[in-house]
C-alpha cells in the first residue's frame, strides 16, 4: 500500500478507525446521501515505514472507471473550451483588422467622389 506521508510503498497494518481518526468510531459502509449508489468501506491503516495513522476508503471498480472516464471527457472540454477561447481571439483580430481596412476602404470611396465632382 501506498503511504500517503513517507511516499513508501510498504506494508500498511490494518487498525482500528478510532485510532487513526477520532470522529469516525467504526469501519463501515458509507455512501454519500445524494448519490446513493456511491458506496465505499472506510479502513485505518498504519505504515509500517514511518507509523503514520490514516485512513483508506475501497470502492468498486467501475466505480473507479467511470470517475476516469468522467475525468478524461471534463478533461477534453476543457482543451476544447481554451481552444474555441484562442480561436475566437485571433478571429476578434481579424475581424478588428477587416473593420479597420473596410473603414479605409471607405473613406477612399468618399474621396474619389469627392475629387470627381
Not at 477520532?22 to 456511491?38: E, I, M, P, S
Amino acid at each position: 500500500m501506498w503511504c500517503p506521508t513517507c511516499k513508501a510503498v510498504t506494508s500498511c497494518k490494518s487498525v482500528y478507525v478510532r485510532h487513526v481518526n477520532q470522529y469516525v468510531a467504526t469501519a463501515r459502509r458509507l455512501y454519500r446521501t445524494n448519490h446513493d449508489d456511491v458506496q465505499f468501506y472506510r479502513r485505518g491503516r498504519k505504515c509500517q515505514t514511518c507509523g503514520h495513522g490514516f485512513m483508506t476508503a475501497e470502492t468498486r471498480e467501475d466505480f473507479i472507471d467511470e470517475l476516469v472516464e468522467l475525468r478524461d471527457t471534463l478533461a477534453a472540454i476543457k482543451h476544447d473550451t481554451e481552444q474555441y477561447i484562442a480561436d475566437s481571439e485571433k478571429t476578434s483580430k481579424s475581424l478588428g483588422s477587416l473593420n479597420e481596412s473596410l473603414g479605409k476602404l471607405r473613406a477612399l470611396k468618399i474621396y474619389q467622389k469627392q475629387k470627381s465632382k
